[in-house]
Every structure is written in C-alpha cells, then in structure tokens.
C-alpha cells in the first residue's frame, strides 16, 4: 500500500487494462453466506491472497455482493471499489499494519491542514473555517495536539501528538485502517481522515475541507479540463471509501 499520485495511478491501471483482458463473467447468481462471505454460485469468493473474502456484517457484504452481480458480460475490478478494498483489509491491513501506519503517521507529520497561506485574505479566511475545526477535533477527541504555520518549510510536530494518532490508528479495525489509509493518501491529511472514519464530519464537508486549495484556484482562475477529469476520480475513490467505512462500522 504505497502512496501513488493520480497520474502514476492512471498510468498503472490503464497498462493493466492493455495487459490484463477483463475475465468474462462464469457465475449466474451471487449470495451471501451466514458467515457474510460472498459466494458465486454457491463456491466461496478468495482474495488476491486466497483468504476467503468474509466481511464484519451482513450490511457490507450486501453491498459487495451487488457489485459483484453488476458485472455483465466481464467482471471488471475497476467498478468494484468496496470489493478492492476489502481485499485490501484482509489481506494486508494486518499482515503490513505496520509499515501502513509508518505511512499514515509520514502524512500526520506534514499534514495538510497545518500548512496555511500567509495570503490572500480570502484563502485565510477560507483554510481557517475549513481547517480549524478539525485540528481542535483531534486535540479534544484524539489528545493530539498539533500546530499550524503560515509557512512552506516543514514543521515538525511533537512526539507527543505523534503518538497519540498513532495510538488511535493501531486501534482501528482491519477495515476501518485501510479507509482511513485510503482517505490519507487521497486527501492529504491524516487528521481529516480519522475524524471522517470517526463520523465526526459529514463526507460533503470532508471534501470541501479537502479541496480548499483547489477550490479557492479554480474560482480565482478558472477550471482546467484536465485537472477536473482527476479531480471526479479521486471524488469517485473518496466516495468509496467513506461507503465502506460507513458500511464496516455498522454492528451485525
């Protein structure tokens, strides 16, 4: 689970598309077991790593299971994001939990919403209203307490607050933690991520705190057709993300 930017991200899948032939879809009917594990055709589905594909409650392997019966005449891993991630839970949240939360914590040392602009005025404003609220969070809630700079040049946060998110991240259950590392490397901010994961902000409001910058650009200067086209995608990946975690911490 290494942090990649949209573009190396696009690179890489539209290679798969070209090297990889979508499989045509071999199963007529998708269930969900007692265990809530998905099943094609009565016949357990394994992930990448041959574990067998069994999630925390009926209520998100409902919503893999509906992914999985999309598929029409290819299965298309691409359209089924809860089912990616999932894989991803179960097969390396625990196995490299480690070096996961060595990540999460890199991004928490130089997050986002710790570095403000010094101007214009309104973009202060902005990050203040946005921003602010969730560093008081993770000071109230996560006793972490982290500062901010009007500055570029990195500012290192004491070892303290550090450990208090890390305390919390390695609390988190398997499923849980790979949202919240997803979040992280999609928004830039540990501290936004945890507080979504925690339902303590809505997603419309995550998004707008994740996009203040850019948002604040594309009013200022207009919109690059390009840069928009990424933007939707990783909107579709946050989506996701905030779905499965929601789904994931609902008790059977």
């Not at 209520?59 to 991630?85: R, S, V, Y």
């Not at 570029?152 to 607050?161: D, R, Y």
Request: overall charge negative; charged content about 25%.
């Amino acid at each position: 689970m290494i942090a990649e930017t949209e573009d190396q991200r696009f690179e890489r899948l539209s290679r798969d598309r070209i090297v990889r032939p979508l499989p045509k879809r071999f199963y007529k009917s998708v269930t969900v077991s007692e265990q809530c594990g998905i099943a094609l055709d009565n016949r357990g589905v394994k992930t990448p790593l041959k574990a067998p594909l069994v999630l925390p409650n009926r209520a998100l392997a409902g919503a893999i299971a509906k992914e999985w019966d999309a598929q029409t005449e290819f299965i298309n891993p691409h359209a089924m994001p809860l089912t990616k991630l999932a894989n991803t839970a179960i097969d390396r949240a625990t196995a490299e939990k480690s070096s996961i939360i060595s990540e999460i914590l890199a991004f928490a040392g130089s997050d986002m919403l710790c570095y403000r602009a010094a101007g214009p005025e309104t973009l202060v404003t902005r990050q203040s209203t946005h921003w602010d609220p969730i560093i008081t969070w993770a000071k109230s809630e996560l006793r972490a307490d982290f500062e901010t700079v009007s500055t570029i040049t990195h500012k290192h946060q004491s070892t303290t607050a550090l450990q208090a998110l890390e305390t919390h991240v390695a609390a988190l259950d398997p499923f849980s933690f790979t949202a919240v590392h997803n979040l992280t490397t999609l928004t830039g901010s540990a501290l936004l991520s945890l507080m979504l994961a925690e339902g303590a902000i809505s997603a419309d409001a995550a998004w707008r705190a994740a996009n203040v910058d850019e948002d604040w650009q594309i009013e200022t200067w207009g919109e690059d057709a390009e840069a928009m086209t990424r933007r939707a995608g990783r909107l579709n990946e946050f989506s996701a993300c905030v779905n499965f975690v929601n789904l994931a911490q609902i008790r059977p």
